[in-house]
Nanobody
Framework: QVQLVESGGGLVQAGGSLRLSCAAS?????????MGWFRQAPGKEREFVAA????????LYADSVKGRFTVSRDNAKNTVYLQMNSLKPEDTAVYYC?????????????????WGQGTQVTVSS
């Protein structure tokens, strides 16, 4: 089993920044996983935010965050990060990290095998 724990969420004003972290533990081969970030706002569907491939070279972003968010990983620390800049009130949501242990990097949530418990991000206007 793989455990994922997110941290770094909080309350920030519009235009501000936050850096989310997601640490993997347990029976993990972290460097072989594609890692993704998703978010879910109240009353809305879970949506893809960003992903980074096992090779580190490949990244994917939702159009709504492109140019503002950056996903990265440190395989030595079994950790993936999401740097969020120029935050907007519409970025308010619970943010989840997820691990995809097989296949190619993807935006599809159903391809991800393990999920963290989520961390709340609230952006005030």
């Amino acid at each position: 089993q793989v455990q994922l724990v997110e941290s770094g969420g909080g309350l920030v004003q519009a235009g501000g920044s936050l850096r989310l972290s997601c640490a993997a533990s347990g029976r993990t081969f972290f460097s072989t996983y594609n890692m993704g970030w998703f978010r879910q706002a109240p009353g809305k569907e879970r949506e893809f935010v960003a992903a980074i491939g096992r090779s580190v070279i490949t990244t994917l972003y939702a159009d709504s965050v492109k140019g503002r968010f950056t996903v990265s990983r440190d395989n030595a620390k079994n950790t993936v990060y999401l740097q969020m800049n120029s935050l907007k009130p519409e970025d308010t949501a619970v943010y989840y990290c997820a691990a995809d242990t097989t296949g190619a990097i993807t935006t599809a949530y159903y391809e991800y095998d393990y999920w963290g418990q989520g961390t709340q991000v609230t952006v005030s206007s």
